[in-house]
């Protein structure tokens, strides 16, 4: 994993960050119906309260990922995406771990997601089950919906 950059918290308004979260966002909607895309823009990304981390390569975001409390103990993980041209290389794992490891270190003993049904979301949903992940109900204020994924484990 010598291969794998440094993970860092950054500020999504940042413009290394802006352009990857753009694409995030873009594949999102291009994926799933809009009331099913449940990812963070940026300015939500920047709000108190959401953590936030960004892995570059020579000023370019090539990772991201964030996660934030939805209850004293239960954090969410948001916004993980990878740049499409970095894939394959450990990148997606590395930002499971360090977003794991930072919200058991701020305190959650459960850490649950929302992913998407498509075809596009299969890697993440094996790279989810192979870190712990099993499929749970809707949490937070989430609801039923045929185009998500609902997944947990406890810290």
Excluded: N, W
């Amino acid at each position: 994993m010598s291969d794998i950059p440094l993970i860092k918290a950054s500020d999504p308004r940042d413009l290394a960050a802006r352009d990857l979260i753009a694409r995030h966002l873009a594949l999102m909607a291009a994926t799933s119906p809009e009331e099913s895309v449940h990812a963070l823009k940026i300015d939500e990304l920047a709000k108190d309260g959401v953590s936030f981390y960004a892995s570059f390569e020579h000023d370019t975001a090539i990772s991201i990922g964030a996660f934030q409390f939805i209850e004293p103990k239960h954090a969410e993980l948001k916004s993980m995406h990878v740049r499409d041209t970095h894939r394959g290389r450990g990148l997606a794992r590395a930002m499971l771990d360090h977003l794991l490891e930072k919200a058991t270190q701020a305190g959650a003993t459960r850490i649950s997601l929302e992913t998407g049904t498509a075809s596009q979301f299969h890697p993440a949903r094996v790279l989810y089950a192979r870190a712990g992940f099993v499929t749970c109900p809707p949490f937070g204020a989430y609801v039923e919906d045929p185009h998500s994924v609902f997944m947990t484990r406890a810290t």
